[in-house]
């Protein structure tokens, strides 16, 4: 098992460019979620889904998008990106949300 | 709402001390309790959990933590620490068997430094 994987590793963007930050785990886990980690702030979550076609905001959303088309995959889309959005990104999944989360390695992501 | 709080930043022991890591937590529901570990340029391992059964709990790397309702705790100890210990950790917690879908909610962390 490759367990939860994440494209690209490192990413640098100019102010208002748009990307996809790719996660995709092989476990078969119904709950998947996005956090940002910046430095004094610990993990804060962005978007989760509880499955396939099924997604809601977690406590930081704002400036970004989620789908969930398969279970496998839940990519984060940055539709505009902002020098705010420079952070360590992190994909993570499980069996549900209240069960301990895998994580994966991080997008480190710079928005100049 | 729940929150979590881990007191001190930064916590420095000397090689073969105690390590004494502190988290309380605040939940309305009985939470589930997560500790876990980041080394540099890595994502989260977990290094144990809590989920209403044993208080006392043992991971991996000769961790363990004690669940303490009363004091609303959850502290990560390890009798002697070893240099290959120095990381960052976070503890965290869900809603448990009756909580919501949104997942974990962390403590800002706290770096460990392990004087030789």
């Known amino acids: 098992n490759a367990g939860v994987t994440q494209t690209p590793k490192f990413q640098v963007l100019k102010t208002g460019q748009s990307m996809t930050l790719q996660c995709a785990q092989d476990?078969?886990?119904?709950?998947m979620s996005w956090y940002r980690q910046d430095p004094g702030m610990g993990l804060r979550l962005i978007h989760y889904?509880?499955?396939?076609?099924?997604?809601d905001q977690g406590e930081v959303p704002n400036g970004y998008n989620v789908s969930r088309s398969t279970t496998e995959d839940f990519p984060l889309r940055l539709l505009s990106a902002a020098p705010s959005q420079t952070s360590v990104y992190f994909c993570?999944?499980?069996?549900?949300?209240?069960?301990?989360?895998?994580f994966g390695p991080g997008t480190r992501l710079t928005v100049t | 709402a729940q929150s979590v709080t881990q007191l001190g930043s930064h916590v420095s022991v000397s090689e073969g001390a105690l390590v004494l890591l502190r988290c309380n937590y605040s939940?309305?529901?009985?939470?589930?309790l997560f500790w876990y570990v980041q080394y540099p340029n890595q994502g989260l391992q977990l290094l144990l959990k809590?989920?209403?059964?044993?208080?006392l709990v043992k991971g991996i790397n000769g961790f363990e933590a004690e669940f303490k309702k009363s004091e609303t705790s959850f502290h990560l100890t390890k009798p002697s620490a070893h240099m290959s210990d120095a990381a960052e950790y976070f503890c965290?917690?869900?809603?448990?068997?009756?909580?919501?879908?949104?997942?974990?909610?962390f403590g800002k962390g706290t770096h460990l430094i392990i004087q030789p």
């Open positions: 809590y989920t209403s059964a044993a208080t």
């Open positions: 993570a999944s499980s069996v549900d949300a209240t069960y301990e989360q895998y």
């Open positions: 889904s509880v499955g396939a076609g099924i997604t």
């Open positions: 476990m078969n886990h119904e709950y």
């Open positions: 939940s309305s529901v009985p939470p589930y």
């Open positions: 965290a917690v869900t809603g448990g068997g009756g909580g919501g879908a949104d997942g974990l909610t």
